[in-house]
């Protein structure tokens, strides 16, 4: 067997399951890879051990034979609530900051037998302004955000799965710059209660694997309705670890015009070679145009995004200025300036773009496009363009992003699907079918 | 038999059934009406005898059994598209405008058989500058708006019911003031489609009639999903009519806290005796306090009502400020002034207000407050205060005014009763068992 600390969620949970692994065993693997790395990768910003190792005892005592994740150690994103542990958030604000009560997707985790190992970096409140965190493909290269403690973190191996979160693409950009997979499910699927905001309308729970269906395990446990949070959404749940292998080759939908002139060459290439290389397998793939300008659709994005963001700060940032950093600062002072009616304006198309793209899901089971840019760019001031993963967030339909391979510079590249609202059983089984078809799977060189 | 014109929409209809009435005649009735009223009351923005003649020579020739209004003539606001006749929506920019199709609530009562009269006059674009309607019941007294031609063509017996539409208080405050019964549904629950926008979150089709009776007859025509309205509710409709005069006496709360400032001393004393009244009857009533500010819920509305007056006219006014009334002048300037953030805090404080009063509506069957701040005012400048109806259309929450009686000068009073979403069914039955308690029907001295 490999080391535990290599497994997958779905390795691990199913070790645990046939008692060939120890819970205990596989946090203190986890611990010792931590312990060796974290100097240089700067991926969590506390660490519980002795909670770990406790959690990892009781989850040996107890087998938890439903659960998908019972036993398997977790990060969080450092914006998500967890009771008796600081939750910073990135920012100088909350660094004594300490929660009594758990974010209600840590407490489903937690309830399910999965063992929190700690909180991963988090920009300064989901925003801009970079985290410590180092990407383990190229310490030159940003590992992306907001949630970049949690790509890095399974990237490296220190943890098999981490919870993110995305308002414009925190979850898909990270993942895809540190090699892994990223979930970032419809708008309300998951509850955000106890889940610091950014921006209301946008802010999304999403999870970090290594694999698509470690993301689909994770989301069985994770999606659901929540009366505690107004956004939560009320449709039925599907099984989506069940969805995993099922069906045959999928309609694909593929997206050229998708910031076509902001992507670089190679991307571009790669982006059709994986095309015809999921052709080859069976799959039915078009050339998709939705008839939507996502050039505006992001400006759109932005104005609103901006706007609540400084709703969200609007009690805590007078007075406070000097403790926040300047991408925030200049995002707030953005937001404060946007007109109402931009604001208003911004939505409509919002509404038209959601009936626009849900059109286009009636043609093609899922739409593909490039994750990013390209490779994580070599500079250290920013997470990187949030354009390539903002339209899923603005319209609030699933979206994942799975690897697809090394650029020419050795950093990871990926591919980015999105389906229709809720329809996350098929954008798993599309994904897992592609992953499959590509036969990727990265390990970064540490 | 009472004169055709004095028949209400649900006597008309049962007349034209039993063949006892023929809709011709009606009509007859009715224009005859009109042509001796609308010199002095001017309620009518365009007429249509020649159509409305031959629909009814149709209708007598096609009975429909099953629709409760066929061959019953009807007036429409006129921001509801008519394929064919003028829609000018009260302003100068409109004044020759004539829309190829009918508005969908239009359609579905010529689908009826109802049988379209005109078009009544509207205040400019649904917003606050006055129409030339006069108040039957005292001309120096405000009629209300924006459905001011609906209120006092209804009210004067020129016609049994008439569309309106309500953004803030435009069905309820004018209804009240004429001395009728005024019904606003659930946000979404009948189709927009071809009726000219005010303010997107907040523009409710309505209908004025003179029982609750009749209001529930026309609803059960117009509710009904419209997937071409995107605002348009997927919830299933309930049989209206049916529940008239179902159930026993209701349980009541009676909100003294309802700008108790702002209404006059008589008024806040007829609610004291309704209340008493009610429960003689054996209604349970108690005081409710649903914990919301209801001066605050005013001015956010009035912020996003604002705002999305001003986008709706981004693409109109700029040119043609000549053309627009003092009142939306006013009203479009505010809108363009206010702050994203403004918009957003306002859109927050909705949800919150929603939580409260579904609540709220958990421990009684309605919400008892007064419709208006008293009897229509002596001032023909403006269309009154707003802000008395003003929460159900924030929320989105069904509403409807029922005459109580006559103030000591002679005017109409109103109360208002509110339910929760989509509760229309049981909102009619206790407005139709309170107006039977009460025992008051209106008609003015004209």
New interface residues.
């Given amino acids: 067997m490999a080391d535990p600390f290599e497994l997958s969620v779905t390795e691990a949970a199913a070790a645990i399951r046939a008692h060939d692994l120890s819970p205990v065993e596989l946090v203190q693997s986890l611990l010792s890879r931590i312990e060796a790395l974290e100097p240089t990768l700067v991926a969590w910003a506390t660490l519980v051990p002795e909670q770990a190792l406790a959690a990892a005892r009781e989850a040996e005592r107890h087998a938890g034979p439903e659960s998908p994740v019972h036993g398997v150690p977790f990060g969080a994103k450092d914006i998500f609530d967890t009771a008796g542990i600081r939750t910073a958030a990135g920012s100088k604000l909350w660094a004594d900051r300490v929660p009594e009560k758990d974010a209600a997707s840590v407490a489903l985790l937690k309830g399910s037998g999965a063992v929190l190992l700690g909180k991963t970096h988090t920009t300064e409140f989901a925003d801009g302004d970079p985290a410590p965190s180092l990407n383990p493909w190229g310490a030159e290269h940003t590992p992306g955000g907001s949630s970049t403690g949690s790509g890095v973190a399974v990237a490296a191996r220190m943890v098999p799965f981490a919870l993110g979160s995305q308002t414009v693409g925190s979850v898909l950009r990270p993942a895809a710059y540190n090699g892994v997979v990223g979930l970032k499910p419809t708008f309300g699927r998951i509850s955000r209660l106890g889940v610091a905001p950014l921006a209301?309308s946008f802010d999304h729970v999403g999870v970090l694997t290594r694999t698509v269906a470690d993301a689909a395990a994770v989301l069985d446990v994770l999606a659901g309705h929540d009366a505690a949070d107004?956004d939560s959404a009320e449709e039925p749940v599907d099984a989506y670890s069940a969805a995993i292998g099922k069906g045959g080759p999928p309609r694909i939908g593929l997206l050229r015009t998708w910031f076509a002139d902001e992507s670089d060459a190679e991307t571009r290439l790669k982006m059709e070679d994986v095309a015809q290389e999921l052709a080859r397998a069976g799959a039915e793939v078009h050339e998709a145009d939705p008839g939507i300008d996502f050039g505006e659709a992001y400006a759109h994005h932005r104005?609103m995004m901006e706007?609540?963001t400084?709703?969200t700060h609007?009690a805590l940032f007078p007075g406070n200025e000097h403790l926040y950093g300047p991408k925030l600062t200049d995002y707030i002072r953005r937001?404060?300036?946007?007109?109402?009616?931009?604001?208003?304006?911004a939505a409509?198309f919002r509404?038209t773009m959601q009936?626009l793209a849900r059109a286009a899901f009636e043609r093609v089971d899922v739409l593909l496009m490039p994750t990013a840019s390209g490779p994580a760019p070599r500079d250290l001031t920013s997470t990187g363009d949030t354009r390539f993963q903002s339209a899923w967030s603005y319209t609030g339909f699933p979206s994942i992003t799975v690897p697809i391979g090394l650029a020419s510079n050795g950093l990871p590249l990926g591919m980015q699907l999105a389906a229709a609202p809720f329809e996350e059983a098929k954008l798993l089984r599309v994904a897992h079918w592609a992953e499959q078809a590509l036969g990727v799977r990265l390990s970064p060189p540490v």
Same sequence: chains 1, 2.
Avoid at 335 to 345: D, R
């Fill in positions: 209301d107004p104005v706007t609540e400084a709703a609007a937001g404060q300036a946007h007109a109402a009616t931009a604001y208003v304006a409509a509404r009936r």
